[in-house]
Structures are given as C-alpha cells and as structure tokens.
C-alpha cells in the first residue's frame, strides 16, 4: 500500500466534529443588548471566562458571542491533549520565568485539577482519561535533553516525571523508531475536544449565560462608563469585555501584532483491530509527542484509532486567517508516510479524516494577557497550541484584571509582562521562513543549531511546529 492509498477515503473535516452529539447552533443576536460583562469568543477561553464569571458571582449577567459555532475553531479540531503546563512545557518556562516556576507549576497543577472537577461537576462526556503523555526520543541527542530536564527537574523538586530507556518506552507504545522517553504522569489528560467545548457550552447555559452564535464581533468602542461592541445585527452594551478571539484579529488594535496565525494540520485513523493494538501496545492511553523542533503528536481515542498530527506548522503571507489553509494534500502525505514510519507494523490501516485549522502563536510560545480601556476590556492570547488547559487559567487572569483586582495570578512575571511582537511583513514572512528552514536542518544536523537559531534563543524568540 503507497501511503497515498491510505489517504483514498480520508474525509477532509475535523473528526472531533462530525460527533452526533454536536448541538444545535443557537440564534444569532438581533438588536441591542445590555449586560454585566460580554465575552467574545466561544472557543475554550471564552466559555471558560463565561462559567467561572457565573461561578465568582451567580447574580452577574453575561452575554456570549461567536461568530460562528461554538467550538468549531481550534477548540474543536485540536489533538484533545488538556497540559497542566502554562508555559508550554518545563523547558520553556524555566528559560523565561526561573523565579516563578515553581508557582507556575502549582497553578498548572490546580488548574487541571480544576478541569477535572468541571468535567465531573457538570457531567460532560468529553473520554477524559487522566493518562499523562510521554515525550519519546527517536535521536540519540534527544535522548541526552530528555535525561538533561529529568535531571533538572528532580534538582528543582517538580515530581511525577519518569524517565524511560528503549525497552521500557516500547513497552509502552511499540516503535521501531523509539529510544526513550520522557513520561509526564500527572501532568496531562486525554479528551474529546469538540465534547468538552460543547458541554462548557451547556454548562454555561444552565448557569444563565445568554449565548449568540453566528454572531461576529466588528468593533469595539467606549460608551459611557462601559463599552459597545458592535455586531451585524445589533449591539452590546457592556460594564465590562472579555476577549477570548486568540488567532482571529483582536478587537484591541495594538495587540495584533503580537500573534501570528500558523495551520497545523492532523490525520485519524481507522478504528485498529484486535490485533493492530496488541501490535503497539499502548495500553495505558497515554498521549505522545516526540522530540524534534519538527514534532508529531498522537494519541488513540475512545474508539481505538490514532490522531496523528504536527509536524509542518505553516505561516500564511501577512497572518490572514483563510478556510483555504484548512486542508493542505501534500501535508497529508508526509504525514501519513511519517505515521508508518513510526508504525509499520500498521501497515494497511487507513485514514478517514484529514483537517488542518490556525491556531495563534507568539514569540515565547506560551499565553500572555493584559487589560485595555482603562481597564474595561481583558484579553488573553498566544497559546501556541497549548490552549486546551491553559484558557481555563487565562480566563481566571482576565476576570482578575476587569476586577482590578491584584492577585497571585496577576502578579506573576508572565502576566504582567508581554512578549515581543512580530515584525511587519515582509519581515515577518522572512524571518519565520529562516527560522523553519534552521530547524529542519537543526533536526537533520544532531540538534545542533545554527547561529539564526542562536541569535532567536538568546532575543527569547521562538517558533516551531
């Protein structure tokens, strides 16, 4: 079989979202509203922000709009990994906030937990397994760093990481191509994307929040001693606004320039038979993800397929966001040649979903918040594909911050500082290109990385897949 006849009968729509159980969209805004507070988004960072608002204080009213459907953007075509890490992994944060890990890492902890909680509180059926991830090594290099963050990690007292040489890892998960690993087991969940979205949809329904979907958000502007924001069919009056748009353009202006949209594209298998999974194994579900700059992530689902997805992480000239992007064939390919590499004692198994969809980026790989119009409007963005848990905690920032209130949250170096933005194009568009070109021949090269890569480390600048 070419790996090109394994992509015959592969549909191109996100699988998460053809679930039978996907709600019915409900109807758009038409006329004026007044409200307490206005959430823009109905991704994760919007209904969160919307449940935990109601929480807080039950007698405030909030409004919700989406431009579309709840949940049909990253937060429904998103491979289900829920990280406690706010940071985007260990490394990333010990590199730019030292001082605060360890506070970062307790409220990561929390977090999940707290997930966890909601899940249950609200009885969402969205296949929550708390089964950790493993980081693998397929180069020897790699396996040097993995050894190196154990070891940094056990110095600095941040528990629940077992380090896994080659028997021990293909115990696991059988590959051809592993050498060891690196097993989060606390840290990470496994989930139905478009599931958790669609139930924090109707949690926040029980709870009193009034819901627009199709209804986009065109302009924000003051109005009086709050804010309006316009829609296309009427507007919103509101004390304050929460904004959860990630990789759509802001509302607040000057923050555009620090995200830039990068599409990220996935393959779903075929339920394996019997003995397709005796053939790997993996009977502790764990999620995975290896150790290039070029990197694949992949987990199996409640049903026995395998997500298999990453790798190219591709920027559009100028950040437009485009449906066009969504679907990208020769993507596809490589990836499916990729997967059986991995697996090819999976030979034979076909893919019958393909999808790709944006997610929001910025320079040092991880969320960053702030407030605007005299402390009216929140936002929070950046996630750089790490959105699933950390949104929840985004949102508990940005109802610190339209509270005015000074918390452990607020204080943390991470929230009150902001990353760099991105340059204009074509500045952009050379500077990313350069900067993918240094890390394919970084993973081609041992892990060496060139001066460009050097330079970017030591600026705190980052981008990869």
């Known amino acids: 079989m070419t790996f090109a006849s394994s992509l015959s009968d592969a549909q191109p729509v996100p699988f998460w979202l053809e679930d039978p159980g996907k709600p019915a969209a409900l109807p758009a805004l038409t006329g004026d509203e007044k409200t307490d507070l206005l959430v823009v988004g109905g991704g994760y960072s919007g209904l969160w922000t919307a449940l935990l608002a109601k929480e807080r204080d039950p007698r405030r009213d909030v409004v919700l709009v ?86 940094e990690a056990g110095r600095l007292g941040f528990g629940g990481l077992e380090l896994l040489d080659r028997d021990a890892v293909r115990a696991e998960v059988d590959s051809p191509t592993f050498l060891g690993g690196l097993w989060d087991r606390e840290g990470v969940a496994m989930l139905h994307p478009a599931r958790l979205a669609w139930g924090l949809k109707r949690a926040c329904l029980g709870l009193g929040v009034r819901i627009y979907e199709n209804t986009r958000a065109l ?38 320039p620090y995200t830039v949209p990068v599409y990220d594209y996935a393959l779903m298998t075929e339920p394996l038979s019997s003995a397709q999974r005796e053939s790997v194994g993996w009977h502790n579900r764990q999620g995975l993800g290896d150790s290039a700059n070029q990197f694949h992530y992949f987990r199996i689902t409640g049903d026995g397929r395998i997500l298999w997805g990453g790798y190219d992480a591709v920027y559009p000239y100028g950040g437009k966001v485009s449906a066009e992007m969504d679907h990208r064939p020769e993507t596809y390919l490589k990836l499916a040649g990729q997967f059986f590499a991995c697996f090819p004692q999976l030979e034979g ?117």
């Open 66 to 151: 989406e431009g579309r459907e709840v949940g049909w953007a990253a937060s429904g075509r998103n491979g289900g990994f829920c990280a406690a890490s706010l940071t985007h992994g260990l490394a990333n944060g010990l590199a730019r906030w030292p001082e605060d890990m360890a506070r970062l890492e307790e409220f990561g902890a929390r977090n999940l937990d707290a997930i966890e909680a909601a899940v249950a509180r609200y009885g969402i059926d969205c296949d929550f397994e708390r089964t950790g991830e493993i980081d693998v090594a397929t180069e020897p290099y790699q396996l040097d760093e993995l050894r190196t963050l154990h070891e």
């Open 219 to 256: 302009e924000l502007s003051p109005a009086g001693a709050g804010t309006a924001v316009r829609t296309p069919y009427g507007r919103v009056f509101a004390r304050r606004v929460a904004l959860g748009t990630n990789v759509f353009p802001s509302l607040v202006r000057r923050i555009r």
């Open 349 to 465: 198994l076909r893919f019958t979903h393909a999808w790709g969809g944006a997610i929001d980026t910025c320079s040092r790989f991880s969320a960053f918040f702030g407030a605007a119009h005299g402390g009216r409007v929140a936002y929070a963005a950046g996630y750089t594909g790490l959105g699933v848990g950390a949104t929840r905690f985004g949102a508990e920032v940005m109802l610190d911050l339209l509270a005015g209130e000074r918390t452990e949250r607020t204080e943390l170096t991470m929230v009150r500082k902001k990353p760099l933005p991105f340059p204009p194009e074509p500045v952009a568009w050379a500077g990313i290109g350069l900067t993918k070109w240094s890390l394919a021949r970084a993973d081609a090269r041992g892990g060496r990385r060139n001066l460009w890569l050097r330079t970017m480390d030591r600026l705190g600048l980052g981008f990869d897949s």
